[in-house]
Nanobody, 122 residues
Framework: QVQLVESGGGLVQAGGSLRLSCVAS????????MGWFRQAPGKEREFVAA??????YYADSVKGRFTISRDNAKNTVYLQMNSLKPEDTAVYYC?????????????????WGQGTQVTVSS
C-alpha cells in the first residue's frame, strides 16, 4: 500500500506561482511513475504532468508554465506552477503508478492522494 499526501495549495493571483508537494510512502518510490492531475468543479479529472525516471510528460495546457520534479531521497514529487491563470483553478491530485508506466490516463495509476485546492483569482 502506498500513501500519498499533497500540500502547497492555496489562493494566488493570476500570474503568480505555487509549488505543490506530494510525499509518498513505500520503499521503491524511485521506480514509480508519478503524475499530477486536476479536477475543476463539474469537470472530469484532467492530466497535468507525469515523470518516470528522467522522462517527463506535460499536458499542452501547462507546457512551459509548470514543471514536475522529484526527489527520490525524500520520496517527494513536486509541481512548480508559474504564470498561473484562473483556468488553472482546481483540486490537484498526485498519483503513483507502481509499474513505472508514464501515462496521462488516470485509470493506469494505482494510488492517489487526497488532493489540494489551488485557486487562482483574476
Amino acid at each position: 500500500q502506498v500513501q500519498l499526501v499533497e500540500s502547497g495549495g492555496g489562493l494566488v493571483q493570476a500570474g503568480g506561482s505555487l509549488r505543490l508537494s506530494c510525499v509518498a510512502s513505500g520503499r521503491t518510490f524511485s521506480s514509480y511513475a508519478m503524475g499530477w492531475f486536476r479536477q475543476a468543479p463539474g469537470k472530469e479529472r484532467e492530466f497535468v504532468a507525469a515523470k518516470s525516471g528522467s522522462i517527463t510528460y506535460y499536458a499542452d495546457s501547462v507546457k512551459g508554465r509548470f514543471t514536475i520534479s522529484r526527489d527520490n531521497a525524500k520520496n517527494t514529487v513536486y509541481l512548480q506552477m508559474n504564470s498561473l491563470k484562473p483556468e488553472d483553478t482546481a483540486v490537484y491530485y498526485c498519483a503513483a503508478s507502481i509499474s513505472g508506466l508514464l501515462t496521462k490516463y488516470p485509470a493506469r495509476y494505482d494510488y492517489w492522494g487526497q488532493g489540494t485546492q489551488v485557486t487562482v483569482s483574476s
